[in-house]
């Protein structure tokens, strides 16, 4: 096998690699008609308008009597811990929309991972008044039936949440990964080109030659009367 051979079956098996590689394509559907690029916007614009409205409720509702910033007197405890959570979860949620939009997979790192906290939580206070609602709560069956049924219904909301945009982060990395494919086949390419240079095949006397175990022939000498 020549080395121009040796060339091509390798090319020939980097393009049989790439087009297995590009068989594989990521699932794009989040639910409906939706993709999950769209769904992701949608869930951070949702939350960020949520957080919003439940922080603007909180500011101005007459229900809430606790004192503090909302009343004109100092800023209390809860009123730092209500901020704070408002802020960390419309920042994560901005966060959200710009990675989606932009395709950036890193931005939607930090709204997996305070959502995954969110929903740890929630978790605990589930289990919390299964074992402890009626007795250490003091919740009536109604109360303590509606407050399972709110609490199950906004962590599986939640769960499917992270679930679309975890698998919409997998989908941005491994399409890049796939893009990157053609530069390193490319760069492979020439590399082996330039390693393995790409020589003649020996003539079929000098093969014939080899075979009987005899050298190559030689030219004659000159004669007497050439060589003065």
Known sequence: MSA????????????SRNCHKM????????????????????IGIGNCLLYLSMFTWYLTSSTIDTGGLRDGLDV????????????????????LVVGAVKRIPSLTLPWLCANAVS????????????????????????????????MGMVTGINLFCWIVV??????????AQIERI??????????????IPNTSPPSYNEIEGYKEGKPPPEDSPPEYEEAV
């Open 119 to 150: 929903m740890m939580i929630a978790m605990v206070f589930i289990g919390f008044t299964i074992l402890f609602g009626t007795t250490k709560l003091n919740l009536n069956y109604n109360e303590y039936v509606t407050s399972l049924i709110i």
């Open 76 to 95: 209390t405890s809860l009123d730092i811990s209500i901020f704070s959570i408002f802020f960390v979860k419309t920042l994560v949620n901005i966060l």
């Open 182 to 195: 053609p530069s390193e086949m490319a760069v492979n390419n020439q590399q082996s080109s330039t390693l």
């Open 23 to 42: 068989e594989v394509s990521p699932e794009n559907s989040c639910c409906f008609c939706l993709t999950l690029r769209s769904g992701t916007i949608l």
């Open 166 to 175: 975890f698998t919409f982060r997998n989908n941005l990395i491994m399409e």
């Open 4 to 15: 121009g051979d040796l060339v091509s079956l390798i090319q020939g098996l980097l393009q």
